[in-house]
């Protein structure tokens, strides 16, 4: 009888750690046991949704990388869904989360998959997947070439582990470039440099601004003139702090963001907005109109959106009428150090989502190795300035044919979009990535917002200046609930101690359950007497 006795409070207690270890921190993801084999005798239909920048050629790919795809798994449908941005992708997941209606396969960024995990089990650890020697990279199986794990580069491979596993196969991959104006840096009475430095870029487009006597711009005759307009603002101020070697965030996931190194650069953005040398997407629209309208000299937008820049961008935006004729060249971002060159690594991954049923992850694997192969990396790559993730298609004849061909026509081979992929193919070891953790798309989003908010409170005649900034490190920490985030890289939340009312709670439970045992050993043992 004794022995049950331990046995009962052994058992009650055990039963109790879950709910205590449930009270405080993140919930743990499920792994994921490949199947021996995939059943080709069931039928599987999956979703993928996928980004697209209302390019139809695009459209056109996925739609033959699915045609080709279900021709080699005639028991695979795939339906695609298709967005215009990666934030509606990212918002639309974590609703359907709550509902258990996620998609198959995403289209995403590693900051949003962090979120993503904080649900239990929702997206698939692909370690076994990867390694698996019939269904895996390169897997002998397989009703396609795939590359093998060691032909992904493999700094695009790494920027998809995270929390400890491989949560995303890279799918394509950029960075940020400056589009410049060159008619106008030469008309100004300036060369432009190998590498372009903050410094040449700020007193360049302060001379751009100068006026006649009618209050037309000289440089251009028109009425407006931004000479420097920025895309995205949060990879403006993670870009600079990283070239600035100054804090931002811990691969811990420590937020680094509101430093004096970040003051000193707010301060300097907010003298050149006050002149009107410089401006944002968001306060003012698409950096491209500007520059092809001969309304800016620096545009700086993704390697990606080249196809929207210059006198004969195939994607531009604006009348024929509006457009003006210039040398447009694509450099590097600016730079503090330009003997060490540092610019950001991005670009969308793929994610698989958990399902009760293990062969229709399976599938959504197969379907998400096969946007790998060489015919789609190196198609999807020829419609913009991205470049394919694999050594295999990047070394391809195919590939290496379509880069030589820059300048041919203004379409496949525009010559802008083709020395857009060639500056990240020129710079693969001068890019970076930053730590991705539950909190860590929330960060960026914060780092954007700083230079958004003094741009934007320049422009309305405000005084930016220490007491300014440190109110606005507190609004932007409270908007983006920062003092929330305290993430680590290892996916899960770092709440800090508990809060006494919580320890309290816990200590009442934990002495609830002493008493009740106390009790029953105490009857237990009075019958036994």
């Keep these: 009888m004794k022995f049950k006795a331990k046995h009962l409070l052994l058992l009650t207690m055990i039963s109790c750690l879950p709910f205590f270890a449930g009270c405080h921190g993140s919930k743990e993801q499920t792994s994921f046991s490949v199947p021996e084999a995939f059943d080709t005798s069931k039928d599987y239909e999956i979703t993928f949704w996928a980004k697209n920048d209302t390019n139809k050629t695009q459209t056109d790919i996925y739609k033959k990388a699915i045609s080709d795809f279900q021709k080699l798994y005639p028991n695979i449908t795939v339906n695609i869904r298709l967005y215009t941005d990666y934030g509606k992708i990212y918002n639309d997941v974590i609703t359907n989360i709550a509902t258990d209606t996620t998609p198959d396969v995403c289209i995403t960024y590693p900051d949003h998959i962090a979120t993503y995990l904080t649900g239990q089990g929702t997206v698939v650890p692909l370690d076994d997947l990867i390694s698996d020697e019939k269904y895996g990279l390169g897997g002998s199986d397989l009703a396609f070439d795939s590359p093998s794990s060691d032909e992904i580069i493999p700094k695009f491979l790494e920027e998809c582990s995270f929390a400890g596993h491989y949560y995303a196969l890279p799918f394509m991959r950029s960075t940020e470039a400056c589009y410049v104006n060159r008619t106008y840096v030469e008309a100004l009475g300036y060369t432009l440099p190998e590498t372009l430095t903050w410094d040449f870029v700020w007193e360049v487009s302060e001379a751009a601004i100068k006026k006649d006597s009618d209050g037309k711009f000289l440089i251009n005759g028109q009425d407006v003139m931004i000479p420097f307009i920025y895309k995205s603002t949060d990879n403006m101020m993670i870009q600079m702090l990283n070239q600035k070697g100054a804090g931002y965030s811990t691969s811990e996931g420590e937020i680094d963001l509101f430093n004096d190194t970040t003051k000193d650069l707010l301060n300097t953005i907010a003298a050149h907005a006050k002149t009107g040398a410089f401006s944002t997407f968001k306060i003012s629209s698409y950096p491209a109109n500007f520059l092809n309208a001969g309304q800016c000299i620096f545009a700086v937008d993704s390697t990606a959106g080249s196809t929207w820049m210059g006198t004969n961008a195939p994607l531009c935006d604006i009348s024929d009428s509006a457009l003006v004729d210039f040398d447009t060249e694509v450099m590097t971002i600016p730079q503090f150090d330009p003997e060490h060159p540092s610019m950001i690594s991005q670009g969308p991954s793929l994610c698989i989502f958990n399902k009760k049923d293990p062969q229709e992850v399976l599938a959504s694997w197969l379907f998400t190795q096969y946007l790998l192969t060489n015919d789609v990396q190196t198609a999807y790559s020829e419609t913009e300035g991205y470049v394919p993730v694999t050594s295999k298609a990047q070394n391809s004849d195919q590939y290496q044919d379509y880069l030589s061909r820059a300048g041919e026509d203004?379409?496949?081979?525009?010559?802008?979009?083709?020395?857009?992929?060639?500056?990240?193919?020129?710079?693969?070891?001068?890019?970076?990535?930053?730590?991705?953790?539950?909190?860590?798309?929330?960060?960026?989003?914060?780092?954007?917002?700083?230079?958004?908010?003094?741009?934007?409170?320049?422009?309305?005649?405000?005084?930016?200046?220490?007491?300014?900034?440190?109110?606005?490190?507190?609004?932007?920490?409270?908007?983006?609930?920062?003092?929330?985030?305290?993430?680590?890289?290892?996916?899960?939340?770092?709440?800090?101690?508990?809060?006494?009312?919580?320890?309290?709670?816990?200590a009442s439970l934990a002495a609830t359950w002493i008493l009740i045992l106390l009790y029953l050993l105490f009857r237990h043992f009075r019958k036994s007497r």
Excluded: C, W
């Design 410 to 506: 203004n379409d496949t081979h525009y010559q802008v979009k083709i020395q857009a992929s060639r500056l990240l193919l020129d710079n693969m070891d001068n890019t970076f990535i930053t730590p991705v953790f539950n909190g860590s798309a929330s960060l960026r989003d914060a780092a954007g917002q700083l230079i958004e908010n003094v741009t934007k409170s320049v422009r309305r005649k405000q005084e930016v200046n220490d007491d300014f900034i440190e109110k606005l490190y507190s609004d932007v920490s409270s908007l983006y609930h920062l003092d929330q985030v305290a993430g680590t890289a290892d996916g899960k939340k770092d709440l800090g101690p508990l809060p006494g009312t919580a320890r309290l709670l816990l």
